[in-house]
């Protein structure tokens, strides 16, 4: 345990104190759950006031991803584009509603714009997004009844 470390004092779980010689610096260490943290807090004698909070030093643990490319990594994930195809089938007010219910965030006017496109143009781009995103859309869309696709956002069109 900590307490037989450097002759130290354990004051409580996870807590060492260091003794030293009268008007030396005492140190209270803090072990953290996290092994890559130690904070450690000094005072410069008993009865002079609290201590001092020193700044955290962070090792980094070899051979692991921080959250940092970890966020790095999915976001340059390429971009697939959700496409609308037109059909005979279903009512355009029916598509406005399948588009603002299967699409997060769709507006009204939004979905009307995509649903005019797509009947005038035979399709329309609904939203871009990564690919796992853009396949889930497009499986929601056929299961309302609307034709859908998915295609590389690089690729040509838009």
Known sequence: MEASICGGLALSPGHIFSPSKPGDRYCLLKKCTSPSILMAMSATALGKGG????????ESTPGRESEFDVRKSRKTAPPYRVLLHNDNFNKREYVVQVLMKVIPGMTLDTAVNIMQEA????????????QADAEEHCMQLRGNGLLSSIEPASGGGC
């Open 119 to 130: 009947h005038y143009n035979g399709m329309s781009v609904v939203i871009i997004c990564a």
């Open 51 to 58: 201590g001092l909070l020193e700044r955290p030093t962070i």
